[in-house]
């Protein structure tokens, strides 16, 4: 089973900053099955990114993905007061499909 | 409107059963692979069994295989999840997700709201 590590395990930020999240795979992922999702209170989550650095339909161009092998990075390059809330990354190629612990990003 | 509406949660007994239903709509639902993915509030979603488009092959999670049953009725446009043999580790609110196609990089697409599933006496 992967393994998904995400840090920080909360992130305080004011709107206008940029954030980035970590995540880190206990071995090497294919880049092509690893998304990113947002989750708000009382909701599913929602797809961000996939494939590493695809953007879902309807995600902002200020959020990017990147990395490879073990190490991805979600970045958000000007937050906005809608963008607060929890994000996860999963692997996604094959069973089991794993999910980090999340990354709460908080206002400062 | 793509739409996935999870229902059939609530309150059971350890060692109860509880089936859960997710009505899709707004696209051709027997064309996508369909996953339930379960969370306990404040922690990370935990993937828990998938089913391809026409019910012939499923997977499971070791902590569920031979408790929970996935199925799908595609008349229905509904997927299920049968639950037995519930414990308390099993409280958490239960989603299911789709599969998106090649547009979505076959990631997990859409997901429903959730259904609260609450394993006590």
């Known amino acids: 089973e992967i393994v998904l590590t995400q840090s920080p395990g909360t992130l305080s930020l004011s709107p206008g900053e940029r954030a980035t999240l970590s995540c880190r795979a206990s071995?090497?992922?294919?880049?092509?099955?690893l998304a990113w999702f947002q989750q708000k209170p009382g909701q599913g989550p929602r797809l961000l990114i996939y494939g590493a650095y695809s953007w879902a339909t309807g995600t902002p161009d200020r959020f990017s993905g990147s990395g490879s092998g073990a190490d991805f990075t979600l970045t958000i390059s000007r937050l906005e007061p809608e963008d607060f809330a929890v994000y996860y990354c999963?692997?996604?190629?094959?069973?089991?499909?794993?999910f980090g612990q999340g990354t709460k990003l908080e206002i400062k | 409107e793509v739409q996935l509406v999870e229902s059939g949660g609530g309150l059971v007994q350890p060692g109860g059963s509880l089936r859960l239903s997710c009505a899709a709509s707004g696209f051709s639902f027997r064309s996508y692979l369909m996953h339930w993915v379960r969370q306990v509030p404040g922690m990370g979603p935990v993937w828990v069994s998938h089913?391809?488009?026409?019910?012939?092959?499923?997977t499971y999670a070791d902590s569920v295989k031979g408790r929970f049953m996935i199925s799908r009725d595609n008349a229905k446009n509904t997927l299920y999840l049968q639950m037995n043999s519930l414990r308390h580790e099993d409280t958490a609110v239960y989603y299911c997700t789709r599969v998106g196609g090649y547009s979505s990089g076959y990631a997990f697409d859409i997901w429903g709201q959730g259904t609260m599933v609450t394993v006590s006496s």
């Open positions: 089913i391809n488009g026409d019910g012939s092959s499923t």
């Open positions: 999963q692997h996604y190629g094959s069973s089991p499909y794993t």
């Open positions: 071995q090497s992922i294919s880049s092509s099955h």
